[in-house]
């Protein structure tokens, strides 16, 4: 069983920056992947951007506000957020699959974390 905490959300004014934390636990693989997902309000769940053990960071659809990074020895994975927009508002999830490759789709992600709330306004 891996256990997911999201934290690092909040309230911030467009053109901010925020870092979302994913700690994992739980995990004694050597091979999976920790993806970032948003849901943002009446909206699909979409895949953000996706880090593995063994092979470097896969974005989806970003145009470089958001760097994916992850400490080992931790075992936290970051979301570094710059340049916020309004649309970029909603709820932020990290998950967790077995395996080195990255997927956008949530069906490929055996377990979730709670989400943390992005609110970007002014």
């Known amino acids: 069983q891996v256990q997911l905490v999201e934290s690092g959300g909040g309230l911030v004014q467009p053109g901010g920056s925020l870092r979302l934390s994913c700690a994992a636990s739980?995990?004694?693989?050597?091979?999976?992947?920790i993806g970032w997902f948003r849901q943002a309000p009446g909206k699909e769940r979409e895949g953000m951007a996706c880090?593995?053990?063994?092979?470097?960071p896969t974005y989806y659809g970003m145009k470089g506000r958001f760097t994916i990074s992850s400490d080992n020895a931790k075992n936290t994975v970051y979301l570094q957020m710059n340049s916020l927009k309004p649309e970029d508002t909603g709820v932020y999830f990290c998950?967790?699959?077995?395996?080195?490759?990255?997927?956008?789709?949530?069906?490929?992600?055996?377990?979730w974390g709670q989400g943390t709330q992005v609110t970007v306004s002014s």
């Open positions: 739980g995990s004694t693989l050597d091979y999976y992947a």
């Open positions: 998950a967790w699959r077995s395996g080195y490759l990255c997927y956008d789709a949530q069906s490929e992600y055996d377990y």
């Open positions: 880090i593995s053990s063994s092979t470097g």
